[in-house]
């Protein structure tokens, strides 16, 4: 909850208006890499938006649950199987398939979600081959927007030649989110 991308994401949402809220998953905030069961993950999504709901009670009237990688992957799986009520999701980095691996995607539950979804990818993820991205995208039911961060990584660091700085990149993504946020 503390990596810049999320920082900057979540403080520039709050200064616009939209209250937002950052919490680690179990092992991140145990220090472990490997991360933990779904069913630990899970319950740790609800209970953060438990959490804001009862903070915010009559305060929000539109909730919308952003995530980094898998936070936004188990966030789009709770909602398809109607187990995180919000209006709208936000990737950012969506994990579609292991590094090297993009025969086995993680898109089955995306078919099933009726909410808008605005992704965030990066043309150098090693977790989403922007081809196999744009061919799952097109087959969504859902409204969803996409906006590539060109030489990106799944973090959107750009390689030092470019001399775009990570705050630039972040200014971008929080632009786009909010213009996003605002359309009806």
């Known amino acids: 909850m503390d990596a810049p991308l ?25 220090g472990k890499k490997a991360p933990d069961n779904r069913e630990i ?12 709901v009862r903070t915010l009670q009559g ?22 199987e109607n187990l995180l009520p919000v209006d709208r999701l936000i990737f950012l980095g969506y994990p579609l398939h292991r590094a090297g691996h993009t025969e086995r995607l993680k898109d089955a539950h995306l078919y099933r979600i009726q909410i808008p979804m605005l992704f965030f990818a990066g043309t150098r993820d090693a977790l989403c081959d922007q081809v196999k991205l744009d061919e799952v995208l097109r087959r969504l039911p859902a409204p969803w927007e996409l ?11 750009l390689p030092k030649a470019t001399r775009v700085k990570d ?18």
Do not use: C
């Open 6 to 30: 999320i920082v900057s994401f979540s403080e520039r949402l709050a200064a616009a208006g939209y209250p937002a809220m950052r919490f680690n998953f179990l092992y991140a905030e145990r």
């Open 41 to 52: 993950l899970v319950k740790t999504w609800r209970a953060a938006h438990e959490f804001a």
């Open 59 to 80: 305060k929000v009237s539109s909730w919308v649950a952003a995530g980094k990688s898998m936070g936004g992957r188990i966030a789009s799986e709770m909602v398809s």
């Open 147 to 157: 906006h590539i961060i060109e030489k990106g990584d799944h973090s959107f660091h």
């Open 167 to 184: 705050s630039e990149v972040f200014e971008q993504i929080i632009g786009k989110t909010l213009n996003w946020l605002r359309e009806p």
